[in-house]
């Protein structure tokens, strides 16, 4: 795939927004940079509290840092809270204690960017209409023209939105069902059956039917299926637990990953509240894989709203509050990415 080229401030801003898929709110995000080539996006939001910047600071280099090639980064501060002529920008304390903890670790802030409500200028120039330029310039930037070609959006926030479910009795019944066919094989059987279903969805372009779609989620029922066929997704001959936590030598699939999240959310429509928590769980822990923190602890938090006892997705939202990052995305040959950016 050909290379593009971030060339302007509006640029780095489109390319921010169809990264994350979404436009930032009350966010730091940085962009690490190894030479003239684009690493890794993070989000964050900024500290709520004065006199956290350090420790703050600290936690958004040990992120920064899991790119090891980078050696530079820009930045974004997004907020509502206005500049004011001849004040430090807002958050500029959190901004120097980061420009003092990523030089102990032999990186440096290249650039950045004060994005507010309706404009957005350089964060290092003075307040003043003269630097500022309209937030909606993003949308005529050769950046994101080629992502919308591409079939790429940018949502106005990262609130997720769950399709409308249909005919919850008839589906709970029909899950039922499978769960008690499911019970009456070996569980060797009903595991390689449950694969091989899977599978085939996997590899087929095409949504499958409501009945396969109701084995499916009658499958995810069983831990020991459900952590199985979660570690199918990724198409990767390597240990299931290595998989699971995205610490694999190879390269997941990404477009079979992201192809993995459309069926579960088709085969979400095609279920019930009770049967609801272990689907919403494998596409929060999919969100996980990809670097979507803050998407997975919602589809996370959605899975316990239908059943709080949900053991896996408790886990998961613990695991990924205290901070653990997927693996994969450690390094630049592994991370989800959409596009190749110089």
């Known amino acids: 795939m050909e290379k593009l080229t971030i060339k302007t401030p509006p640029d780095v801003l489109s390319f921010i927004g169809h990264t994350l898929g979404f436009w930032p709110k009350e966010s730091l995000v940085c962009i690490t940079l190894n030479e003239n080539s684009v690493g890794a996006t993070l989000r964050i939001d900024l500290p709520r509290q004065p006199g956290q ?25 997004y907020t509502s809270e206005p500049c004011q002529s001849g004040q430090p920008k807002p958050h500029a ?16 802030i290249r650039d950045g960017l004060f994005v507010g409500d309706d404009t957005f200028s350089p964060y290092d120039g003075e307040p003043g209409h003269e630097l500022a330029l309209p937030v909606s310039s993003t949308q005529t930037s050769a950046i ?22 249909i005919e919850a009795l008839a589906n709970a019944a029909a899950v039922e069902h499978h769960m008690d066919t499911i019970r009456s094989v070996p569980a060797t059987t009903a595991t390689r059956q449950a694969r091989k279903l899977w599978a085939g969805m996997l590899d087929t372009a095409s949504f499958p039917s409501d009945d396969d779609s109701h084995a499916l989620v009658a499958n995810l029922q069983f831990p020991a299926i459900r952590d199985r066929l979660i570690a199918d997704i990724p198409d990767l001959e ?41 689907v919403l769980t494998t596409i929060g822990y999919i969100n996980w894989w990809e ?52």
């Open 93 to 108: 304390a959190t901004i120097a204690a980061l420009t003092g903890v990523l030089a102990e670790q032999g990186i440096t």
């Open 53 to 77: 910047e350090l420790p703050y600071a600290r936690t958004v280099a040990h992120y920064l840092t899991s790119d090891t090639t980078a050696t530079s980064l820009l930045f974004a501060i």
């Open 238 to 278: 390597e240990p299931m637990q290595h998989i699971l936590f995205a610490q694999t030598d190879g390269a997941p699939k990404w477009s079979r990953i992201e192809w993995a999240q459309q069926l579960l959310l088709h085969a979400y429509t095609r279920t019930s509240p009770q049967h609801a928590a272990p």
């Open 144 to 165: 994101n023209a080629e992502f919308i070609y591409r079939g790429s959006a940018v949502q106005p926030t990262d609130q997720v939105t769950l399709p409308a479910t």
């Open 291 to 342: 670097g979507r923190g803050s998407k997975a602890h919602q589809f996370l938090q959605l899975a316990l709203d239908t059943d709080p006892a949900y053991r896996l997705a408790r886990l998961s939202d613990q695991m990924i509050g205290s901070g653990l990052v997927a693996g994969w995305n450690m390094n630049k040959n592994t991370a989800y990415k959409a596009l190749p950016f110089e």
